[in-house]
């Protein structure tokens, strides 16, 4: 198999396991143990200090959350990965591993409500200050930037307004200023996007989403893209002794996996968003069939986004996949798969329209959250971006009339269905 380059759709079953050697269990085995015996006193002093690969505690290391890890490196073409308990641990983990107090981030203003709050709300009170920046332009990333600045960060496809960043003119900025480019790829995936061609440093995905694909389980996946120069003298938790460690120092014992090792030698150790090893193995269950559930995924939500386009009821629709999206260059030349299966509209008639339409839905479930299977509805306003004050919301792109819909592998014919009888049941 070495000799060949494996496409997407193989490596999504295969990659990072080797079919268990105690047992040739064929599916991953459900590695649900807290910690694991050592042989001798000479392999606990070495997987304890790190200078020995190895197995110790589940809060560090765990072998079902390891092929987890090394499959979704190999389908973003990472040089490493690392599982943690939710999205939120995986992005906060991020930001952690590379800033101190009185540093700072310059992010799109177009983020996760969660993120949101993250950034301008909860970092501030560690010292850590972000600059929010309306992504349309990216010489507004580069204008907002200061020596203090550690990374920018970017989702792939932006929440609420569905839109896209000039991926390579940003990285390039980044670049310039020898910080790295962190994208959220949850809404992408590695299948739809592949941020490490395009400039981007780290990703951080939320696997509650698309990578799970059943609604099941809450974790998060922080993948290294190895290409970032952590001895540039900007980054002197990477360039300088750890005395946690015996004084080694990560860039130079971990080269193009310094990033992604510092953050669970830290981070998994201080403070423990780890995943459980049975999340784990439902989200290689969801993994297998990421690209054929997307592929469903995005098709459907083209129809769906035409169909509203062309309805009397909606007074705007959000989906790069249309002509008329301002982002519609963009997602042809970063996502040529397809931009995704989310998309906003507004509903016209308002807030209160909204809220009857939502109700109407049969098929669609009301709720908070997205890359499901089964197709979604929420009311940003209310529900995603609701702990934001209207003027946060207005910033966000978040507006009364908007309705988001994450659309499922059913019939899509079913969904239109669905759609036409909840509009004439709200008229
Ligand atoms: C859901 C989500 C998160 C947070 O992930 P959790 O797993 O819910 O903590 C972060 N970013 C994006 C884009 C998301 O959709």
New binding site residues.
């Given amino acids: 198999m070495s000799q060949r380059q494996l496409s997407f759709d193989t490596l999504q079953l295969h990659a990072g396991q080797t079919p268990d050697p105690a047992t040739g269990a064929r599916a991953v085995p459900i590695y649900q143990t807290t910690s694991f015996i050592f042989k001798d006193f000479a392999q606990a002093k070495g997987i304890s200090s790190a200078e020995e690969a190895g197995y110790d505690y589940t809060r560090i290391i765990n072998p079902t959350n390891e092929v987890l890890e090394n499959r979704i490196a190999a389908l973003e073409g990472g040089s490493g990965a690392l599982a943690l308990?939710?999205?939120?641990?995986?992005?906060a983990t991020t930001i952690l591993n590379i800033t101190h107090a009185g540093d700072e981030i310059v992010a799109a203003k177009t983020?996760?409500g969660?993120?949101f709050n993250l950034f301008v709300n909860t970092l501030p009170k560690h010292g850590v200050k972000t600059t929010l920046v309306d992504p349309i332009d990216p010489e507004n990333f580069r204008r907002a930037l200061t020596e203090r600045t550690k990374a920018i960060f970017v989702?792939?496809?932006g929440?609420p307004d569905i839109n896209i960043i000039d991926f390579e003119a940003v990285g390039r900025i980044a670049g310039d200023h020898g910080i790295p480019l962190i994208v959220?790829n949850?809404?992408g995936t590695p299948y739809l996007f592949l941020p490490f061609n395009y400039g981007a440093n780290i990703s951080?995905?939320?696997?509650?989403?698309y990578i799970g694909g059943h609604g099941t389980s809450?974790?998060?996946l922080i993948v290294d893209g190895g290409n970032f120069n952590w001895g540039n003298g900007k980054f002197p938790d990477f360039t300088t002794p750890d005395p946690a460690y015996s004084n080694f120092i990560h860039w130079e014992k971990w080269g193009n996996q310094a990033f992604i090792v510092k953050a669970r030698l830290h981070y998994l150790r201080d403070i423990g968003a780890c995943l459980s090893p049975f999340n784990a193995f439902l989200f290689l269950q969801g993994l297998e069939t990421l690209s054929l559930r997307l592929r469903r995924q995005v098709e459907t939500t083209q129809r769906i986004a035409e169909f509203l386009q062309a309805s009397p009821d909606v007074d705007w629709v959000n989906y790069p996949g249309l002509k008329s999206s301002p982002y519609h260059a963009l997602a042809q030349k970063y996502l040529p798969k397809g931009p995704g299966a989310i998309l906003t509209f507004g509903i016209n008639g308002g807030f209160e329209r909204a809220k009857k339409f939502i109700e109407a839905l049969k098929i669609f479930s009301f709720l908070a959250?997205?890359?499901d299977s089964k197709s979604l509805v929420v009311h940003p306003a209310t529900v995603?971006h609701g702990q934001l004050t209207e003027a946060e919301q207005r910033l966000a792109g978040v507006k009364p009339e908007q309705i988001r819909f994450s659309i499922g592998t059913e019939d899509p014919d079913d969904l239109l269905w669905d759609v036409a009888q909840a509009f004439a049941a709200s008229r």
Avoid: P, R
Wanted: proline share 0%; no cysteine; charged share 10%.
């Fill in positions: 308990a939710s999205g939120s641990a995986a992005t983020l996760y969660g993120s989702e792939t496809i929440n959220d949850t809404f951080v995905h939320s696997a509650t989403k809450i974790g998060g959250n997205v890359g995603t």
